[in-house]
Each structure stands twice: as C-alpha cells, then as structure tokens.
C-alpha cells in the first residue's frame, strides 16, 4: 500500500488549492481514505475522510463547508479541494488510508496504518 500526495503551495487568504493523492496496492473501492494536517505545536487533525464504497464523507467543524474531498477510481486518486483559505489553514497535509476502516468517521477519528509523504499548505498574504 502506497499514497502520494502533490499539490504543496503558498496561497493567499481568500484563495483554493487543491491535493491529489495517487495510490496504489488496493483499489479506491472498499476503504475508507481521508486526509489529516499537522501544523506546528498543535496535535494532528482528521480533516476530510471518504467512505469508497459508498462515498460518504466526514468532515471536520473547522473545514466543513469549504473543502470537499473526492475521488476518481479509474485514476487511482482522491483529493482535497480547499476553498476560501484562511491563515490557521497553514498545516503539514498528509493523505492516509487504513485497509481496516470503510467508514470516513472511524477514518478521520483514529489513527491510519498507511500514509503518505506530507505537503506543505501555507496561507498567507
């Protein structure tokens, strides 16, 4: 089980950005998949998880309603697009699945056994 996450930038406030994770060794199909953060000095955060087999989301208060997250089982791939950005956004996104969990809720709210590399989401003007 392998998860490659690309789409590190710099965005102003206000701004979108949008993380794609390539996966491979299990199908976008059955687990659950989601996205976590880190930023400095603060304990890591479930952000957005989806349910595969039945594309049922979680999302976390601080982000709902401005990121979605998705997936494009043909590519292998699932993403995070984040709108309307703000400052406390700026975090370590890491993608993650756990071959364990099919629910987006357990998902978001435990810790995963598989994880990609982190990218680097800064906001700021």
């Known amino acids: 089980v392998q998860l490659q996450a690309l789409g590190e930038g710099l965005v102003q406030p206000g701004g979108s950005l949008r993380l794609s994770c390539a996966v491979s060794?299990?199908?976008?199909?059955?687990?659950?998949v989601g996205w976590f953060r880190q930023a400095p000095g603060k304990e890591r955060e479930g952000v957005s998880c989806l349910s595969t087999w039945n594309d049922i989301t979680h999302y976390s208060d601080s982000v709902k309603g401005r990121f979605t997250i998705s997936r494009d089982a043909a590519k292998n791939t699932f993403y995070l697009q984040m709108d309307n950005l703000r400052p406390e956004d700026t975090a370590v996104y890491y993608c993650a699945t756990d071959l364990g969990h099919s629910s987006s809720y357990a998902l978001c709210t435990t810790s995963p056994s598989n994880w990609g590399q982190g990218t680097l989401v800064t906001v700021s003007s």
């Open positions: 060794g299990f199908l976008l199909d059955r687990p659950a």
